[in-house]
């Protein structure tokens, strides 16, 4: 029995150039939900990015996967989330930093409810970010530009993207690049585990122990008198006749 359906989007359920799923389209997303199946998308784009695709209709995109799979909705409720390494994405970015000059990393962050879209570019350089802008070398550039911020910071990560200016076979190259020089670095060691935090809990004050009496030592019994000996007492001699 077929419980759930899920699709790609850009080529797939909105064929290129559209600008979202046709009424068609979404007509059969509503019949299949009435028949008792869920529907949901499957992008690398956050939750918040696909309501044009549906033309604002919440029910549509209320299941899915999102984030390239790092976080999933059942019925509008979020059932499993895996947020990046910041680690991770701090060392791509300074690779960039050091590297290039047209290229840099954009992460988004989607907040506790996973339905905001902070989103900021990790470079010190904001005219790396206009200058990727203005060549238009990548067809997915569309002139969108966010603030500008040196570190990734501790907030979870649940999507992220390298912008560029370079063509798409330049950026395979950068790729492998990245790739190999990920692989001869060593992986990062776990950090070790903090000492746990001493007890705020108060100590109970105990009494002093109070040693125990010792018993008095028993007076001396008297001794039993002594029994007096018996005397054996000759018989008198009998009288003469």
């Known amino acids: ?57 919440s029910e549509c995109f209320s299941t899915g996967a999102f984030c390239n799979g790092q976080v999933m909705f059942v019925d509008g409720e979020v059932v499993a989330s895996r947020a990046i390494d910041n680690d991770v994405l701090m060392r791509l970015a300074d690779y960039f930093e050091q590297e290039t000059d047209d290229t840099y990393l954009k992460v988004y962050r989607l907040g506790d409810d996973f339905w905001n879209n902070d989103a900021y570019c990790v470079t010190s350089d904001p ?13 997915w550039l569309k002139g969108e530009e966010a603030p500008c911020r040196p570190v990734v910071d501790d907030a979870p990560v649940y999507k992220a993207n390298i912008w560029s200016a370079r063509s798409r076979e330049e950026l395979a190259e950068l790729r492998e690049r990245v790739a190999a020089d990920a692989a001869a670095r060593p992986a990062p ?21 109070v040693p125990a009496a010792r018993p008095a030592a028993a007076e001396p019994r008297p001794a039993a008198p002594a029994k007096p000996a018996a005397v054996s007492v000759p018989a008198p001699a009998p009288a003469a006749a």
Request: no cysteine.
């Open 189 to 209: 060691q776990p950090a070790p585990a903090p000492a746990p935090a001493p007890s705020k809990r108060p100590v109970p004050m105990q009494e002093p122990a």
């Open 127 to 139: 005219e790396r970010v206009r200058r990727a802008m203005k060549s238009g070398g990548n067809a």
């Open 1 to 57: 029995m077929i419980k759930l359906v899920l699709t790609d989007m850009d080529d797939t359920l909105i064929p290129a150039g559209h600008d979202g799923a046709s009424d068609y389209a979404i007509e059969g997303i509503h019949a299949m939900q009435a028949a008792g199946l869920h529907f949901g998308p499957v992008s690398g784009r956050q939750p918040s990015a696909m309501g044009w695709m549906f033309r604002n209709r």
